[in-house]
T-cell receptor, first 114, second 114 residues
Framework: AQSVTQLDSQVPVFEEAPVELRCNYS??????LFWYVQYPNQGLQLLLKYLSGSTLVESINGFEAEFNKSQTSFHLRKPSVHISDTAEYFC????????????FGRGTSLIVHP | NAGVTQTPKFRVLKTGQSMTLLCAQDMNHEYMYWYRQDPGMGLRLIHYSVGEGTTAKGEVPDGYNVSRLKKQNFLLGLESAAPSQTSVYFCASSYSFASTDTQYFGPGTRLTVL
């Protein structure tokens, strides 16, 4: 079985500062990795995902995440955050090579202060 | 194209009362899911469906029942609500059951059981 650990429950940061949201996973098999974002009072929506190929994946709003197999991590980063990035961010892992429902982490609340 | 919608948005129940949460999707997705979201716990899968007329248990199915009579609808029932079922409930759907696929989430139902 797969598991996901999001080490930080809350990350406060000032606007225009860089941010990193940490995600580590545990699995004995190959995995796919996802970051979902939940804006206040909304459902989750996909931010980005790693399936194969380049270990660095990017989203359309400036976030990026790097798959690091040796460290079993998939940290999410943004060089300069905006107030509008305030949201809950969920890391998820799914076993590769078939039909498996993803396992979600506990979430990290990103709070961007002006 | 409304995506995934959930009814109702909010509900307060007394212990022992019953209710049904409705999820509808207009994307012709075969697969649908019910999750609950609790603080510090992330998302946990309650039940899911791989097609019309089929349902299966997830991680935390006890106290809930589901039905998928029509492809576009997935109902979650609480026969006798308990305070432990106070949570935010999210419905999601996906085109396929592949591990690579994205899940599309509804806006959630906030349920309080007194």
């Amino acid at each position: 079985a797969q598991s996901v650990t999001q080490l930080d429950s809350q990350v406060p940061v000032f606007e225009e500062a860089p941010v990193e949201l940490r995600c580590n996973y545990s699995s004995s098999v190959s995995v796919y990795l996802f970051w979902y974002v939940q804006y206040p009072n909304q459902g989750l929506q996909l931010l980005l995902k790693y399936l194969s190929g380049s270990t660095l994946v990017e989203s359309i709003n400036g976030f990026e995440a790097e798959f690091n197999k040796s460290q079993t991590s998939f940290h999410l980063r943004k060089p300069s955050v905006h107030i509008s990035d305030t949201a809950e961010y969920f890391c998820a892992v799914s076993r590769s090579g078939g039909s498996y429902i993803p396992t979600f982490g506990r979430g990290t609340s990103l709070i961007v202060h002006p | 194209n409304a995506g995934v919608t959930q009814t109702p948005k909010f509900r307060v129940l007394k212990t022992g009362q019953s209710m049904t949460l409705l999820c509808a999707q207009d994307m012709n997705h075969e697969y649908m899911y019910w999750y609950r979201q609790d603080p510090g716990m992330g998302l946990r899968l309650i039940h899911y469906s791989v097609g019309e007329g089929t349902t299966a248990k997830g991680e935390v199915p006890d106290g809930y029942n589901v039905s998928r009579l029509k492809k576009q609808n997935f109902l979650l029932g609480l026969e006798s609500a308990a305070p432990s079922q106070t949570s935010v409930y999210f419905c999601a759907s996906s085109y396929s059951f592949a591990s690579t696929d994205t899940q599309y989430f509804g806006p959630g139902t906030r349920l309080t059981v007194l």
